[in-house]
């Protein structure tokens, strides 16, 4: 039986990393290289779209060193959420990319406020539609030009063919995911004809590998290039999680909630947003708080020295609220609420458990948020993301979740993209 092997790619907002699995998901090689950081001025943050592709061409040769190239039969791709450029028919960037974390838009997320229904995840400033709109007031389209998603547009580089997106990134730039169309309400915006994509589900076929990579790179010209997801979607397919109820807690720099749900549930004004996930929904939101708090009070050597330390079954009694700034998004709508940290014992030891049982509260509050919204509550969690392998947190974490807490089968986003890949090559056939 002939081996196979698919390549999972993902694009952030430091570097892009990669994967190939074999058939039974094991991992058969990885790499992966950092990108420039972006360039922020105020609330604007752009990316060349340049960067990421001779990421991809830094990022190839090394990882196909690692295995058989005859064996690989697809790639993927997944990208940060929001973020979005203007190219030519042919796929030439026009624009930089104005990233997820691009706040420049407040005019135009005015203007979709005014238009799309309260559910759309189209709203605010980090909506890729936002950003689509100020794009084309400050450059002049072209015939046949489309916008992109930073997935997107890096599969089309791959396969030549531009114009598809994926429904998870596609999102943020309006999509009805229920209806299944670009919504009605849509064409009241200055949208020409054809600058939107066509949306696929996460995982399917684009087309085969362009000739010129294919010869370039050693690979067979039968490689599918299938479509992906965003970064979080793609992370949460690599936990295993796969049944409603089933969640996902990223301890990262911020704290991201998300669970299986049968039905979505869209509440806008506490940042709860659904992706779809084959035939079910991934109900979710995103906190402030997380691991840059921690990072911020204590470096990670004094974290490994005194986690050892901590005492899950004694809790502090501290009621705090970390966070770097004022402002919470999720579960709790403020843009005023004030960190709070008082007050701090002289022992480091008792500061960072309370932290931790802060974040571990918040972890909870969310959860309840989703299930009061409609979503289930958690029957099992796994984790992921740096704070995913301390095990008193995760021991914090469980006692006041209630629910059973397991590590993820993969942390790394390009692992979940690589499945998805599997997939698509096996509805190939």
């Not at 998603?149 to 730039?173: F, H, M, P, V």
């Not at 007050?343 to 959860?367: H, S, V, W």
Request: charge should be negative; include cysteine.
């Amino acid at each position: 039986m002939v081996k196979t092997t698919v390549i999972g790619i993902d694009l952030g907002t430091s570097g892009c990393r990669a994967v190939a699995i074999d058939a039974a998901g094991r991992l058969v090689a990885e790499g992966a290289v950092p990108l420039p950081p972006s360039q922020q001025e105020g609330v604007a943050v752009q990316q060349s779209p340049q960067h990421w592709w001779q990421a991809i061409e830094q990022l190839m040769p090394p990882l196909l060193e690692q295995l058989d190239p005859g064996s690989v039969t697809a790639i993927a791709v997944d990208g940060t959420s929001g973020s979005v450029l203007l190219a030519d028919a042919e796929g030439n960037p026009l624009t930089p990319a104005l990233m997820y974390n691009d706040n420049r838009a407040r005019s135009q997320a005015e203007q979709i406020g005014q238009l799309a229904p309260r559910d759309s995840a189209a709203h605010g400033t980090g909506s890729g539609l936002a950003k689509l709109l100020w794009l084309l007031e400050h450059h002049t389209l072209p015939v046949g030009g489309r916008v992109h998603t930073q997935a997107d547009w890096i599969s089309g580089r791959l396969s030549e063919r531009y114009g598809y997106c994926d429904a998870n990134n596609a999102l943020k730039l309006g999509y009805d995911p229920i209806a299944h169309r670009w919504p009605e309400w849509m064409h009241s915006l200055p949208l020409a004809e054809g600058l939107l994509p066509r949306v696929v589900a996460p995982g399917a076929p684009i087309g085969p590998l362009s000739a010129e990579l294919a010869d370039r790179w050693g690979l067979s010209p039968q490689v599918m290039v299938c479509s992906g997801a965003t970064d979080s979607t793609a992370a949460f397919i690599a936990s295993g999680a796969g049944a409603p109820g089933e969640a996902v807690t990223s301890l990262g720099s911020t704290l991201v909630l998300k669970v299986i749900a049968e039905r979505p549930v869209f509440a806008p004004e506490y940042g709860v947003y659904s992706q779809p996930l084959g035939e079910y929904w991934l109900v979710g939101g995103s906190s402030n708080s997380g691991g840059a708090v921690l990072r911020h009070y204590f470096s990670d050597e004094k974290m490994a020295v005194l986690t050892p330390q901590l005492q899950p079954d004694q809790p502090t009694g501290l009621d705090y609220y970390p966070l770097l700034t004022p402002g919470e998004r999720f579960p709790f709508n403020d843009p005023d609420l004030p960190p709070r940290l008082t007050p701090r014992p002289e022992d480091d030891l008792q500061f960072l458990q309370g932290l931790l049982e802060g974040i571990a509260a918040i972890e909870k509050a969310g959860y309840d948020r989703l299930a009061a919204l409609g979503a289930p509550y958690p029957v099992a969690v796994r984790s992921n993301g740096g704070g995913a392998k301390n095990r008193a947190w995760t021991a914090i974490r469980g006692r006041m979740l209630g629910v059973s807490m397991h590590q993820a089968d993969a942390e790394e986003a390009c692992y979940g993209t690589a499945l998805l890949a599997k997939r698509c090559r096996q509805l190939c056939g």
